[in-house]
């Protein structure tokens, strides 16, 4: 049976640092216990897709390009004019629309074993991206909600501001060790924690704790 291991389990396990004034204003969390897919629409199929996505989720597809909407655990966004990306806390419908939607409908790729998600949080989180992705990040420019396909050093990652003070980043798992220690190197100077988030063992909330 496949067992998932985590691309960054060696460096969440290194542990955090003090700035070079003292203290730890960021914190660099790896997000696990979740799943994605990219949902592809066929524009002449778009309300039999949609259906079909209600009927399961009981989500609907976003109409503005890199918003989001949300109902329960899953969320959606509109990455271009026919695709769009699915996060959800469970597979399970992900899995089941790929089953039953008609080829003429559009196309459901399951996404999740190739991406890993961070997330930057802190007073100089918008500090510390700005060294490396090539967008406004203030918050009139890029508010929370938001979210892009942009640029991180060369590397395309998937942006969200999930907080004022907050960012999450999805990169592809090839390229998520050297993404994180980028992170860490331009972290360094405000000091950070670092930190897991996963799903709790016995509910469907999350949990964070020091790896």
């Known amino acids: ?6 691309a960054l389990a060696g460096g969440v396990s290194a542990g955090g640092r ?12 790896e997000v696990r216990g979740w799943h994605l897919a990219q949902l592809a629409v066929f ?7 949609q259906e079909r996505l209600r009927a399961l989720s009981g989500a609907q597809l976003p109409e503005e390009l890199y918003r989001g909407v949300t109902h329960n655990d ?18 399970a419908s992900m899995v089941r629309l790929a089953r039953e939607l008609p080829p003429s409908a559009g196309t459901v790729t399951l996404l999740s074993a190739g991406r890993v998600r961070v997330r930057i949080a802190g007073p100089n989180a918008r500090d510390v ?18 979210s892009a396909q942009t640029g991180l050093h060369h590397t395309g990652v998937f942006l969200e501001r999930v907080a ?30 670092i930190m897991v988030e996963a799903p709790a063992p016995t509910s469907n909330n999350s949990e964070s704790h020091q790896p």
């Open 1 to 6: 049976m496949f067992e998932w291991h985590s």
């Open 18 to 29: 003090d700035g070079v004034r003292g203290g730890r204003q960021l914190r660099l969390t």
């Open 43 to 49: 524009a002449q199929q778009q309300s039999e897709f």
């Open 74 to 91: 899953s969320r959606l966004v509109r990455i271009t004019p026919q695709q769009y990306w699915w996060f959800a806390a469970s597979n």
């Open 129 to 146: 991206l700005a060294k490396g992705i090539p967008l406004d990040l203030h918050t009139k420019a890029f508010q929370v909600g938001q």
């Open 164 to 193: 004022d003070d907050g960012y999450e980043i999805y990169v592809p798992r090839s390229y998520a060790a050297w993404l994180w220690e980028w992170l860490i190197d331009a972290a360094l100077p405000f000091g950070y924690d």
